[in-house]
Every structure is written in structure tokens, then in C-alpha cells.
């Protein structure tokens, strides 16, 4: 069967990763067992409990699905491909698919006094996923991957946000020992703002 794309396989292969990651987001997201509670009163506390497991699980959601769009996206301006460009997509998925992890913890400990951890790992993720953002855009440019000069022009914009991402993320990381909680809602409105950015921004 003939490809009607270089990039195609790499494109399904990713998709997958993705569709995974955000199925896997979901998994813990659960009540009590039935027999701790014994009525309606007690349901609707421990609904009620799940609250940050259940923002977490919206948070990560929005994450991975913002991440799909950029890539099918950044995916459509580039015309062939190359081993950095492959490998660098490879790390890129590396920080989608650990995204689980850093999820649960922070939706069970983000409202305790413990909640550094969580919150630092999880911001150290998106550092990583920042950089897998950068270097995609680094190997579209340095092998003349782009289809023509406007693609190219966007993939250097957004090699630029991806500097601006991993400086904002590496600060929450530190930032996140001291003030978890306060770093936790910082994190929501970094990914509400790319996600109003997107949504404004005119596809290519």
C-alpha cells in the first residue's frame, strides 16, 4: 500500500499514543468501596471527595488533547521526515504517555499538605513535554523539513512558545516546593491560556 504521506505511520502511530494516554487518564478516577457507604448523604460526600481526582483527570484530558491538535497540526506543515524529527516526536509522546502517573498523584494528594511532590513531578512533565515541543520544531528547521516558507514560519513561532512554555514550567517546578496548591491553579491557567490560544489561532 502506497502512502499518501512521508510523516503517515509516525501520524497513526501517534495518534494511538495519544487516544491510550487519554483513555488511561480515567482509570483513576473512582469512588470508595460500596460497603463504606451506607446512604445518599454518604454518596454525594464521596462524590464530592473525588473533586480533585476528577480536575486532574479534566486538566491531563485538556493537556493531551491540546498536544494532539498541535501535533496533527504542526504535522500538516512539514512535507517529509527525519531521524531527529522521529525521535524527537519520540520524547514528545514520552511525556504523554507518563502523564497518568503525575495525574493520579496530583488528584489524591493536591489537597493535603503533602502535595509538593505531585505538583512538582507534574510541572516537570510539562518541562518535558515543552522540550519535546522544541526540539520537534529545531529538527523541522535544521533538515528543511517544512513545506514551504509559511509553514516554516510557524514552526519557528512555535519553537518560540516552546521556549516560553519550558520557562514557565521549570518555574513552577521550583516554585511548587514551597506554594503547591497556588502552583496547581497556576498550571490550570497556563493550559486555559494555550488552550484560548489555539482556538484563536488561524490554521496554516
Known amino acids: 500500500m502506497t502512502e499518501t504521506h512521508p510523516n503517515a505511520r509516525l501520524e497513526a ?20 468501596a460500596t460497603e463504606l457507604i451506607g446512604s445518599t448523604a454518604g454518596l454525594w460526600l464521596a462524590i464530592r471527595h473525588t473533586g480533585p481526582a476528577i480536575g486532574a483527570f479534566v486538566l491531563s484530558f485538556t493537556i493531551i488533547f491540546i498536544t494532539w491538535v498541535n501535533h496533527h497540526a504542526t504535522l500538516k506543515l512539514v512535507a517529509r521526515s527525519s531521524s531527529s524529527f522521529i525521535y524527537a516526536n519520540g520524547l514528545l509522546l514520552l511525556s504523554v504517555v507518563f502523564l497518568p502517573f503525575p495525574t493520579a498523584l496530583l488528584g489524591e494528594y493536591v489537597m493535603t499538605d503533602h502535595a509538593a511532590p505531585a ?26 523539513l517544512a513545506r514551504s ?11 518560540r512558545y516552546g521556549y516560553v512554555a519550558i520557562a514557565l514550567y521549570s518555574l513552577c517546578v521550583v516554585l511548587g516546593l514551597q506554594f503547591p496548591r497556588t502552583i496547581a491553579a497556576f498550571t490550570v491557567v497556563i493550559w486555559c491560556f494555550w488552550l484560548v490560544l489555539g482556538i484563536s489561532m488561524k490554521p496554516e
Open 13 to 32: 502511530f501517534c495518534d494511538g499514543v495519544f487516544a491510550i494516554a487519554a483513555t488511561l487518564l480515567v482509570i483513576d478516577v473512582k469512588l470508595p
Open 119 to 144: 505538583v512538582v513531578l507534574y510541572n516537570a512533565v510539562l518541562v518535558l513535554q515543552a522540550l519535546g515541543w522544541l526540539l520537534i520544531c529545531q529538527a523541522v528547521l535544521s533538515n528543511d
Open 149 to 159: 516558507e509559511r509553514a516554516a514560519a510557524q514552526i519557528r513561532r512555535n519553537g
